[in-house]
């Protein structure tokens, strides 16, 4: 599904969150916090969007995604070919699966997730080996949509999901019925208390949650304890 919305994804994102999708991303790589030297983890990254705002102050970044569609699309817009991106504005591409996470332990200082833990088959499973992979100490972000705090506005909110969305999908999209998909997904996600839960029950602690935009997205932050 996510390789047949690639060559359009970026934009189609732009036109559904009439922008915002960009001051989001923008808050989670600041939540990141990267600095020289450090090297970040940024999980189910699709075509690298959210992967570059990782590097700006002298931080590594992997840029990691099951579909290897999207992957490509990334590659091929930074002038590389296939999937080889080694070096590529400073994030290097990599094929892997969320629950079979393809790197040694305690390796990232942080690991992030943007508009993709939903989308993982196991949330928990997949909150354990960002643990595996993550340095003692180390820093999770985690930005997803989540559940408008204000009541009449969820209302509306959730009619645009379902009423508005798909059209405004097919008329943009490569892949339309993928939003139908996503309009169901946001529907069926915890809300931020919910999430904070199944964070801490797979090992991370001090978390933290805030609210962007109404709460249509939660910003999430959680620490590996020490050894």
């Not at 199944?198 to 709460?215: C, D, H, P, Q, S």
Request: aromatic share 8%; glycine share 10%.
């Amino acid at each position: 599904m996510f390789d047949r919305t690639a060559r359009r994804y970026d934009l189609v994102n732009d036109v559904l969150s009439l922008g915002m999708d960009r001051s989001w991303r923008k808050a989670a790589a600041t939540a990141v916090d990267a600095g020289p030297g450090e090297l970040v983890l940024d999980l189910a990254a699709g075509t690298g969007t959210s992967t570059d705002a990782f590097t700006t102050l002298g931080a590594r970044a992997i840029a990691c995604d099951f579909s290897l569609g999207m992957l490509r699309t990334g590659v091929m817009r930074r002038g590389g070919s296939g999937l080889y991106g080694g070096g590529v504005r400073g994030v290097t591409f990599v094929a892997g699966d969320a629950l079979r996470l393809p790197f040694a332990d305690q390796v990232f200082d942080a690991v992030t997730i943007s508009f993709g833990l939903r989308n993982v088959a196991h949330t928990g499973q997949a909150l354990g080996e960002m643990l595996r992979v993550t340095k003692p100490g180390g820093r999770l972000v985690i930005c997803e949509f989540s559940t408008p705090v204000v009541k009449p506005f969820d209302l509306v909110y959730h009619q645009y999901l379902m009423k508005l969305l798909p059209p405004v999908a097919r008329l943009v999209s490569s892949n339309p019925d993928s939003y139908e998909y996503l309009a169901e997904s946001i529907r069926e996600w915890p809300d931020q208390a919910a999430l904070a839960e199944i964070i801490r029950e797979a090992g991370w602690e001090k978390i933290a949650w805030r609210n962007l935009t109404l709460g249509i997205v939660a910003l999430h932050r959680a620490v590996r304890p020490p050894v």
